[in-house]
């Protein structure tokens, strides 16, 4: 690797109290890349690390969907009952246990040029002091002319709900080599990340923008450069350059979820009531999501992605051994045991969520293959490896019905390959 440990660890270690890094990064071999191994014994159930992103954003629809999110962190911003009353649909939707709602709207505060909102004062002098300085449009922020809003508004006429990527994810990694001391320490950490062959480029790039990708990635590179540009980066703004920053953020972006609402329900699972009490609330709580559901869909969270250096080397299994989350109700990232993991084993996720690791080796295998161009060779895939090489009967019905799996169902996890 070109950036010593010692310069990822800077920026992914020690953000969240007791988690430990008990972790390596080793080369692979030549189709696999980089892994993640373990250095010590690490528990089931255990905290493996806790990693905060080089960079993050939120989804374009998303926020204009009025998903209010911290500017910088991601953290949900509304009240759980607030939140609840959005996506339900009824204003009048009260929740029991206000009290848990662990949203403090005291502590929220404002870029004081363009008034985009932070869950805190750190967060704000954060975003500020990386990368808010060049991105900030101040007055000019519902300015359709200004070149940011040309490009969020190109990048949205053609990435539409549910959304995998984000063109302003691209466009603070610019920022925030514009305004560092050191550029070329950036300049090494991005580079770290999974890169393709021009192929495989173009194939995630097609992927991302759909059939008529060329001219949609020549509009967006036109405006980008025009928003952007930086002579530090200038072999980003090329159009070969652009379609491998491109394809870098869609290989490699972790899915962002942010939820009050969620993080009330979990905060009402761990009350002590008596029984009737417990079974009156989960009757609630299991209403409630019918009645989002009805309303709003599967479109619960605040929901972005993020570039994470370590989660970034974490291949895939299908019977993985560790996951990734976000309890904390913001971009922090949590990879958690599923079992126990001995030192000099590779720590394993999955791309796949629980359903798609439930189906037939040959499903899993198109799924991966067109959404992460790789075949997989787990032990579960080695297992099963004599299995005929077409899907079950029930589950062709329900790719007719359904229609081919789509990135929407990857958007929160989407890693590197």
């Known amino acids: 690797m070109a950036a010593s440990m010692c310069d990822v660890f800077s920026f992914c270690v020690g953000v969240a109290g007791p988690a430990r890094v008990a972790v390596e990064v080793r080369f692979v071999s030549s189709a696999k890349g980089k892994g993640l191994f373990a250095t010590q014994p690490i528990q089931k159930g255990e905290t493996i690390f806790v990693e905060r992103p080089l960079v993050a954003a939120q989804f374009l629809w998303n926020a204009l969907y009025r998903y ?41 505060q404002n870029c004081p040029h363009c008034q985009v909102t932070y869950c805190s004062a750190e967060c704000r002098l954060a975003a500020a002091e990386q990368y808010h300085q060049i991105l900030c449009p101040g007055p000019s922020q519902d300015d359709p002319a200004h070149p940011l809003n040309k490009l969020q508004e190109a990048w949205r006429s053609v990435h539409y709900p549910p959304e995998t990527a984000s063109i302003m994810l691209m466009a603070r990694m610019v920022a925030t080599v514009k305004q560092a001391k050191d550029k070329d320490r950036w300049i090494r950490l991005f ?13 995630i790039v097609h992927k991302l923008l759909g059939d008529k990708f060329k001219g949609q990635l020549e509009l967006l590179r036109r405006l980008f450069t025009e928003a952007l540009y930086e002579e530090a980066l200038s072999q980003w703004f090329t159009p070969d ?6 394809a870098l953020v869609g290989t490699n972006g972790q899915g962002i979820g942010t939820s009050s609402l969620s993080q009330w329900v979990h905060a009402c699972d761990a009350l002590e009531l008596k029984p009737q009490d417990r079974e009156q609330l989960d009757a609630f709580i299991d209403q409630l999501y019918k009645d989002i559901e009805a309303a709003t869909g599967e479109f619960l969270n605040c929901e972005g992605s993020g570039l994470f250096m370590l989660q970034s080397c974490c291949n895939h299994s299908c019977v993985p051994n560790a996951e990734t989350s976000f309890p904390e109700n913001n971009f922090l990232l949590h990879v958690t045991a599923l079992e126990d993991i001995k030192p000099g084993e590779e720590i394993c996720i999955s791309y796949l969520d629980c359903c798609q690791r439930e189906r037939s080796r040959h499903s899993r295998h198109k799924i991966l293959r067109e959404n992460y161009l790789f075949v997989c060779s787990c032990p579960k895939c080695l297992a099963e490896a004599d299995e005929p090489n077409m899907t079950s009967e029930e589950e062709e019905e329900e790719e007719e019905e359904e229609g081919e799996p789509e990135d929407a169902e990857l958007g929160d996890e989407m890693t590197d390959v």
């Open 241 to 246: 350059g652009f379609r491998s920053l491109f």
């Open 68 to 108: 209010r999110a911290c500017d910088h962190c991601l953290r949900a911003l509304e009240k759980a009952e607030e939140n609840a009353q959005r996506l339900t649909g009824k204003p009048g939707q009260v929740l029991p246990h206000p009290e848990l709602c662990t949203v403090r709207k005291d502590l929220h």
């Open 191 to 203: 580079s770290q990340f999974c890169n393709k062959t021009a192929n495989e480029e173009e194939e």
